[in-house]
């Protein structure tokens, strides 16, 4: 049973960092990309951050340069360090993955971001 546990998440000031981490079980971590993405209160669910199996990396333009995404393996964990956080980054951040024909969410981690 493939399961993503998210933490990390908590208030923050902007200009401050945090580091959000997706505890995997379930599945072969190792050969799967593993994505961020979050949702805003009254808004979408959107893109964050993507890594493939060989490490390779996409980010959303509104983080770039900001947000770096990682993954380790052997702790079947994948993270998301976020500096020079905005107000506007203020989500549910969820970490995501496709295993067969179904696509997998965590139950998400809260972050605020203070002015």
């Known amino acids: 049973q493939v399961q993503l546990v998210e933490s990390g998440g908590g208030l923050v000031q902007a200009g401050g960092s945090l580091r959000l981490s997706c505890a995997s079980s379930?599945?072969?971590?190792?050969?799967?990309?593993m994505g961020w993405y979050r949702r805003a209160p009254g808004e979408q669910r959107e893109f964050v951050a993507v890594?493939?199996?060989?490490?390779?990396?996409n980010y959303a333009d509104s983080v770039k340069g900001r947000f770096t995404i990682s993954r380790d393996n052997a702790k079947n964990t994948v993270y998301l360090q976020m500096n020079s956080l905005k107000p506007e980054d203020t989500a549910i951040y969820s970490c995501?993955?496709?295993?067969?024909?179904?696509?997998?969410w965590g139950q998400g981690t809260q972050v605020t971001v203070s002015s």
């Open positions: 890594i493939d199996i060989d490490n390779r990396t």
């Open positions: 379930g599945f072969m971590f190792s050969i799967y990309a």
């Open positions: 995501t993955t496709d295993v067969g024909a179904r696509r997998y």
